[in-house]
């Protein structure tokens, strides 16, 4: 009997630390992604898919005393190619598509955080691109947020792969190298072509005051980063943006005045993991547009949408 209660305590405590250490591992891998975004140069080939739409890219990534530099050419459809800096976009032949496939892997991880909000779980391992990796799996605590698969090269630590997936288990989202090479970048690596065109300098990004139109619920767990105030094209009117984030998955509000040539009717949008959802804002007469686009379950977005207060903008927070 002793040894029968003995065993008992025994087994519970195995499996209560299990989860523990699971968490613990998960947390490592997920630290060490992070860094390998700032430490690693490569070059490689992935493919993207959402909304069963398939596109394939080249990258070249190299990380130097300068910062992290990085050219991105879509190798099939119409010809696009980015150069971003430290996460900045340079030059752009296309401005709405430019996905966020890496966004996981290139922001700062607190692993502490994100236990709060979701389950971290080693899966066991696998390979891609022909490279042994390890699985780490984030399943979402509450609805407010979707469960993540990313696939970690077992070398560099370098995100290899990562599935975004939504309540009912239906992939919204996949990212996946078919190749990648950690050897040194050829000097006209980073050189882009005539299609990839700056980006209007005149009126660059500066931080606002965002306290006056921010929503009045957020998901628990998301705040709020830096706010911004940009014109997207010349002569357009300038439009405040603020990111909100969890530690990992993201959204931004967008808010932009609107003129009478410029009607507009809240919509609801979403392709693959990304939902948009507008509502319209009378503030002193203006008619203002708030816009919510991110990875986050359409519920959640439009819970923040209905939460703005109709008097959430100041007519003197944009220039």
């Keep these: 009997m002793k040894w029968s209660r003995r065993f008992a305590c025994c087994s519970a405590a195995v499996l209560l630390a299990a989860p523990l250490a699971q968490a613990e591992d998960a947390g490592q891998l997920l630290r060490g992604m992070a860094d390998a975004v700032d430490q690693q140069s490569y070059q490689g080939a992935f493919v993207y898919e959402r909304s069963g739409s398939f596109s394939t890219h080249h990258i070249w990534h190299q990380t130097d005393d300068d910062g992290v530099t990085e050219r991105l050419l879509r190798a099939d459809g119409e010809p696009q190619e980015w150069l971003r800096r430290d996460g900045r976009l340079q030059c752009a032949s296309s401005y709405s598509a430019v996905s966020d496939w890496h966004g996981a892997a290139s922001q700062t991880v607190d692993p502490a955080r994100l236990q709060r909000w979701y389950v971290l779980e080693v899966l066991g391992g696998t390979r891609v691109a022909d490279r042994p990796v390890t699985v780490v799996a984030l399943k979402p605590r509450d609805a407010f947020r979707y469960a993540y698969e990313l696939y970690l090269d077992d070398e560099t630590g370098l995100l290899l792969k990562s599935l975004l997936i939504n309540e009912r288990n239906v992939l919204l989202e996949r990212f996946q190298f078919v190749d990648v090479n950690f050897s040194s970048l050829p000097d006209d690596a980073l050189e882009v072509g005539s299609r990839c065109l700056p980006l209007n300098a ?118």
């Design 202 to 319: 005149a009126q660059p990004e500066k931080l606002v005051d965002a306290s006056g139109w921010q929503p009045g619920w957020l998901p628990p767990g998301y705040t709020a980063g830096e706010s911004m105030v940009r014109a997207l094209a010349s002569g357009e009117p300038p439009v405040m943006t603020q990111v909100y984030s969890d530690g990992l998955a993201r959204f931004t509000v967008f808010v932009e005045p609107l003129g009478e040539e410029r009607p507009a009717d809240n919509l609801a949008a979403q392709l693959g993991p990304t939902v948009a959802i507008s509502r319209r804002l009378q503030v002193e007469g203006q008619t203002y547009l708030a816009t919510i686009v991110g990875e986050i379950p359409p519920a959640t977005a439009e819970r923040i949408a209905a939460s703005f207060p109709h008097a959430a903008v100041s007519a003197e927070a944009l220039p």
